[in-house]
């Protein structure tokens, strides 16, 4: 089944929902006081059903105080019924909405001249005639045009197969997409619980599936699905839905919100885009104006801090960034239209380059922004990717990004981990322009440690990673993994190139702390003895003790007791000697047989059970060398 949204258009009063009515036999007029009215005053809603094609109709208002509620049921157009009254022709709404039509990159329409049974045929012609003139160079030159009588019925056939032709030929929403709901209407059924309608924009949705209503950030599951007045297992991009929420309340959810899959999308409060100025705007668009923001069924205010200029004149295009009052969902190629504060008339709008950028400071070089608005995906893709910088992105978040199938986001991403351009670490994204930026830093920082302790053997990792706080753990620890210019020991890193090293004047305490405790034996001066002893501090003798103790000159007893090899080994060796005659030996034969005091032995033989040269039972130690 194919499935199109098709929208009216046109000034107040000119048949719009009357058509429609026409077309469906369904009245699109809910509302009691659009009734009384006569006037369509919120967007309504009918469908027109074909052979394996389903059109959906969204009927929207078209007083000019209403243009916001016109703004909400017109993001998800793919074709425009653009009406024009037979008896006044072309009106003021009739401009603004073929302005906002335009702005909103809406490619397909046909015109329909109403209320051709109340005038002349002659007049009809002459409207006609100065309807193409109206539409030239926009994207309804060319549309075919169709006088028609909702009263009488004349042409209502031709307008219906028209339709079903413009439909087929049009360039349907992609079901592979993230599914993805802005909603339109929000109401109570009773049995039922909270409902939202709204057109699909991408995707699919299925009943029992965990589902976000953002940015509201309310968590619920699909309760029950509707599409087109019939019950649906599962529905897709293109249709019209009505989605029953489980356990939520009516009041915490309004027209604006989107519904989409859970874990997925994050709600924005600026957008990096480009923005065109009407040719008939009253006045040029200063830089930081603020505006009325429109984008989906979303409304806010937003700031626009125009990038090249102090003030965009009408008819010109630029970049800019918008920094939205309240968060909202959007996603690159998304279209959005602005309005004036005061008066409020529309007076531009353009499209989503990128919806989660950062703060971008006034600078010469936009050529990142040429890249999202005319370069290829994986161009858009390597841009985003690099413009993620340290922190990465997760290639779910990228699928968020752009409304574009997921398989061709994948595939994109892959093309570009092939050539080298970009490199998955624990999911995320990075472009290797950072990773080289990244282990440069590493070495840097490395190479700085070294140079100011010549001692150490490396530094710690716990202490490095605190230096890449911006980079999630993980991730830091997999892209030091793959730095092939460090060396990873345990829990210490040092670049290849780097050996711990004494100066000179550290080779004159090294030579006076091997002397002493060699000359000590068993009775050998603690750390902070020898910094006493040479007056030198305690970390520069822990420093050439660990150094020394690496290069196998001393052994390490404890943190604050070392001993001269030579000393060690006759220990080791007095020890095997007394085991030729008995296996155990006590604390206090063991102090006799070095001439040490206990204060020495205890701390030898924790060391010697840890190396399991001896074993501790009881109060004894089972000597297992011999």
């Known amino acids: 089944m194919r ?21 469906t036999g369904i009245d699109p007029d809910r509302l009691k006081e659009e009734k009384e009215r006569g006037i369509t005053i919120d967007l309504g809603f009918a469908d027109l059903k074909y052979d394996m094609l389903t059109v959906g109709i969204v009927d929207v208002p078209g007083h000019e105080r209403l243009i916001k509620n016109m703004l909400a049921g017109a993001g998800g157009i793919d074709i425009v019924l653009f009406v024009i009254a037979a008896d006044e022709g072309i009106m003021p709404q009739s401009k603004e909405h073929l302005a906002i039509c335009g702005l909103l990159g809406i490619k397909a329409g046909i015109i329909a001249i109403t209320k051709t049974d109340i005038v002349e045929p002659d007049i009809v012609e002459v409207v006609a005639e100065e309807v193409r003139d109206f539409v030239a160079g926009t994207f309804l030159e060319g549309a ?56 699909a924009l991408a995707g699919t949705i299925s009943v029992d599936e965990q589902i976000e209503v953002l940015p509201s950030g309310i968590r619920t599951k699909v309760r029950g699905l509707h599409s087109h007045n019939m019950a649906v297992k599962s529905a897709q991009a293109g249709q019209r839905i009505a989605v029953n929420l489980q356990g939520v309340d009516k009041s915490a959810i309004s027209r604006g919100d ?30 930081r104006s603020s505006v009325h923001f429109h984008i989906g069924t979303a409304e806010t205010t937003a700031r626009v801090v125009l990038h090249k200029a102090e003030k965009l004149m009408p008819g010109e295009t630029t970049f800019c960034q918008l920094r939205l009052e309240t968060p909202l969902i959007a996603m690159a190629g998304d279209r959005f239209i602005i309005r004036r504060l005061s008066p409020v008339d529309t007076i531009g709008g353009g499209i989503v380059l990128d919806p989660s950028p950062a703060i971008r400071r006034r600078k010469a070089d936009y050529s990142f922004f040429d890249i999202y608005l005319k370069g290829s995906l994986r161009e858009k893709i390597a ?10 992105i997760l290639k779910v978040k990228l699928h968020a990004w752009a409304a574009l199938d997921i398989a061709e986001i994948d595939k994109a991403v892959e093309a570009l981990k092939k050539d080298g351009l970009i490199t998955e670490v624990n999911d995320a994204l990075f472009h290797m322009v950072y990773i080289n930026k990244i282990h440069e830093d590493i ?24 230096l890449f706080k911006q980079i999630e753990a993980k ?16 829990d210490l890193i040092r670049l290849k190139d780097f050996m711990p090293s004494l ?92 001439g040490t005091t206990r204060k020495y032995a205890l701390p030898f033989l924790e060391h010697l059970d840890g190396k399991k040269i001896t074993m501790r039972v009881g109060d004894k130690r089972k000597i297992l060398i011999g």
Request: cysteine-free; hydrophobic content about 40%.
């Open 443 to 466: 070495a840097a920082k490395l190479r700085i440690y070294h140079n100011n302790n010549p001692l150490q053997s490396g530094m710690s990792k716990e202490e490095l990673r605190g």
């Open 144 to 199: 075919p045009i169709v006088p028609v009588s909702s009263r009488s019925g004349h042409n209502i056939d031709r307008l219906k197969g028209q339709i079903q032709q413009s439909a087929l030929a049009t360039t349907i929403k992609s079901p592979s997409g993230i599914f993805r709901l802005p909603i339109d209407r929000v109401f109570t059924l009773k049995g039922f619980g909270t409902v939202v309608t709204g057109t």
């Open 258 to 287: 989107v519904v989409v899959r859970s874990d997925i999308f994050t709600a924005t409060d600026k957008l990096d885009a480009e923005v065109r100025l009407l040719k008939n705007a009253a006045k040029p668009l200063k830089n």
């Open 503 to 594: 100066t000179q004047i550290d080779e004159g305490v090294k030579f006076k702390i091997i002397g002493a405790l060699r000359a000590s034996e068993f009775q050998p001066p603690t750390k902070q003895e020898l910094a006493v002893t040479f007056s030198i501090k305690e970390k520069q003798v822990e420093d050439i003790l660990k150094l020394l103790a690496k290069d196998g000159l001393l052994v390490r007893i404890n943190d604050s007791l070392y001993m001269d090899k030579g000393s060690y080994d006759k220990m080791t060796g007095t020890l095997s000697a007394f085991a030729k005659g008995k296996k155990e030996i006590t604390v206090s034969e063991f102090r006799e047989i070095l």
């Open 3 to 23: 499935h199109v949204i098709l929208g009216t258009a046109g000034h107040i009063d000119h048949g719009k929902s009357s058509l429609v009515l026409a077309l």
């Open 475 to 490: 991730a830091f620890y997999k892209i030091l993994g793959a730095f092939h210019k460090v060396v990873i020991d345990k």
């Open 383 to 392: 841009e985003k990717v690099k413009d993620s910088a340290f922190r990465g």
